[in-house]
């Protein structure tokens, strides 16, 4: 089975910025992959999506402008970079990987196959 880790994770200040990365044990190239989160209490959200090859994403209103998607399929990696940081962003935050046939879809919604361990982003003064 695929591997995922999250790294890159820790405490900010609000306003401030950090960038989440997944590495994966395996080729990426056929898995539309995605970020969650999930705050105490809280259900887990869908954050943002990205397709195989990375021609299209799609964001949560809650972090569109702030937070953007991307990968490098030549090494394995997702990244999630998080600007202008809110208290609320606080939760711990999770990769996923969907194996799909073909290119051009990703979804926030999707029942993801593979799981990182999750990574904790706290945001506070």
């Known amino acids: 089975q695929l591997q995922l880790v999250e790294s890159g994770g820790g405490l900010v200040q609000p306003g401030g910025s950090l960038r989440l990365s997944c590495v994966a044990s395996g080729s990426l190239d056929y898995y539309a992959m995605s970020w969650f989160r999930q705050a105490p209490g809280k259900e887990r959200e869908g954050i943002a999506c990205?397709?195989?090859?990375?021609?299209?994403?799609d964001y949560a209103d809650s972090v569109k402008g702030r937070f953007t998607i991307s990968r490098d399929n030549t090494k394995n990696t997702l990244y999630l970079q998080m600007n202008s940081l809110k208290v609320e962003d606080t939760a711990s935050y999770y990769c996923a990987a969907d194996r799909r046939l073909v290119q051009g879809m990703c979804s926030r919604t999707w029942t993801y196959d593979y799981w990182g361990q999750g990574i904790q982003v706290t945001v506070s003064s």
């Open positions: 990205i397709t195989r090859s990375g021609g299209s994403t």
